[in-house]
Structure formats: C-alpha cells, structure tokens
C-alpha cells in the first residue's frame, strides 16, 4: 500500500547516499567537468545506472576525457566506464573506478498499482544550484506500454515500428519534472531498505507551475 508522508524524510535519507551525478571531465576544457545526467548505485556499490542517450558516443581520449560519477555534493569525483548499454530501454550500466558507494536494491516493477504515490531523486536542473539531490513525488498515473498505434503512417520511423512490434510497459508519473530527471531512482515512501524504481521506464509528465 501506499505509505504515509511521515515517512518519506526516512526514505530521502536512506536513498540520497546512492543518488550520483554522471558526467565527463577533460583537463583542457573550460568548464573542466560536464554533468549529463542522474544515476544511482546498485549491484555492490561499484556500478551506476543512468540513461544510454545522454552518453557520448565517444570520448575524446586525445584530450584526456573520462566519465565521472560524483556524489556529495560534487565534492567527491570517480572515473567511470561504460560496461553494458541497452539503447532500446535507454539504459547504460557504468562501473566505477576506485569506489565503493550505498546501493540501492531493484525492486519488482510487475507489483506497482496505478494510484500508488511514489517519490525520486536526483539533480532535477542540472548544476543550477549546485549538485544537491532533490526529492519530488507524485502518483503512477498510468502503467502504459511504450509505444501506441499511431493515425497515420508518417508518423511512424523505424524505432517506433520496432517498439509496436515488441513494446514494453513504462510508468506514468503525475508529478512534476525537469529536464534533468532522467533515470532516478522510483521509491515508494517508508520503502527505504527494498527500493523499487521504473525497471521499465518511467514517462514523466511535466507540469508547468508559474510563479503568480
């Protein structure tokens, strides 16, 4: 069921320890580091999960450009390596060099209800205001495969034919969202010790709030 509020400040402190930046860093390079995206710690603590679409294709060794995970704030950086991509699920596993961070366990997606409230964290604009974790939270809104039969055939291309003839289920999330939420860990409130996330996706719905 769905937990109470009282327990989502448990929850945060639990899961931000795991919650990194991905970016790359080049000596040369003015800024020296680039954050990309969100990840998060799993397996034993050495590899990261983050999006596949958010990495460069290459890096420029010639420059001495790397991957990097950091955490605490930026205040800690490691060099990282791509190990594994699934660019169909969007999803890129990295291994950390040097490092030994809290990892977060892979729940069961098949177990989530539409209507459950569920929160994520992560780095929702980028540096902006430094790379502290937020936390937002919202409801499974829909549990709805990838890809819909579109009205006409223009709007199809090859990848959206590929996902109709082997589509797989994403969360819909009614909450609010930026840019840089991508790939966050999904977790239930008062669910700190068996985190669940959006194994198969998470589409989230942005909602535009202006300042009156």
Same mark, same amino acid.
């Given at each position: 069921?769905?937990?109470? /509020?009282?327990? $989502? +400040?448990? @929850?945060? &402190?639990?899961? %931000?320890?795991? *919650?990194?930046? =991905? !970016?790359?860093?080049?000596?040369?390079?003015?800024?020296?580091?680039?954050?990309?995206?969100?990840?998060?710690?799993?397996?034993?603590?050495?590899?990261?999960?983050?999006? /596949?679409?958010? $990495? +460069?294709? @290459?890096? &420029?060794?010639? %420059?001495?450009? *790397?991957?990097? =995970? !950091?955490?605490?704030?930026?205040?800690?950086?490691?060099?990282?390596?791509?190990?594994?991509?699934?660019?169909?699920?969007?999803?890129?596993?990295?291994?950390?060099?040097? /490092?030994?961070?809290?990892?977060?366990?892979?729940?069961?997606?098949?177990?989530?209800?539409?209507?459950?409230?569920?929160?994520?964290?992560?780095?929702?604009?980028?540096?902006?205001?430094?790379?502290?974790?937020?936390?937002?939270?919202?409801?499974?809104?829909?549990?709805?495969?990838?890809?819909?039969?579109?009205?006409?055939?223009?709007?199809?291309?090859?990848?959206?034919?590929?996902?109709?003839?082997?589509?797989?289920?994403?969360?819909?999330?009614?909450?609010?969202?930026?840019?840089?939420?991508?790939?966050?860990?999904?977790?239930?409130?008062?669910?700190?010790?068996?985190?669940?996330?959006?194994?198969?996706?998470?589409?989230?719905?942005?909602?535009?709030?202006?300042?009156?």
């Amino acid at each position: 069921g769905v937990a109470s /509020a009282n327990s $989502l +400040p448990d @929850t945060i &402190d639990k899961v %931000r320890p795991s *919650i990194v930046a =991905v !970016g790359t860093h080049q000596p040369t390079r003015r800024p020296s580091s680039v954050f990309l995206a969100t990840g998060f710690v799993v397996a034993n603590g050495r590899y990261v999960i983050t999006n /596949a679409h958010v $990495l +460069p294709r @290459t890096l &420029d060794t010639e %420059r001495r450009e *790397i991957l990097v =995970v !950091g955490n605490r704030g930026g205040e800690q950086a490691y060099e990282a390596e791509l190990v594994a991509e699934d660019r169909v699920h969007d999803v890129a596993l990295l291994r950390m060099k040097g /490092a030994v961070l809290p990892a977060l366990v892979l729940g069961d997606p098949t177990i989530v209800r539409e209507g459950e409230l569920y929160a994520f964290t992560g780095f929702p604009i980028g540096e902006a205001l430094g790379l502290r974790p937020a936390t937002h939270r919202g409801i499974i809104a829909a549990i709805t495969p990838i890809a819909t039969p579109q009205l006409s055939s223009s709007m199809l291309d090859a990848d959206m034919v590929r996902l109709l003839r082997d589509p797989y289920n994403i969360f819909q999330l009614d909450a609010t969202a930026c840019r840089w939420q991508q790939r966050q860990p999904v977790v239930p409130p008062g669910h700190g010790g068996g985190h669940r996330r959006a194994k198969q996706g998470v589409r989230q719905k942005e909602q535009r709030e202006s300042a009156q």
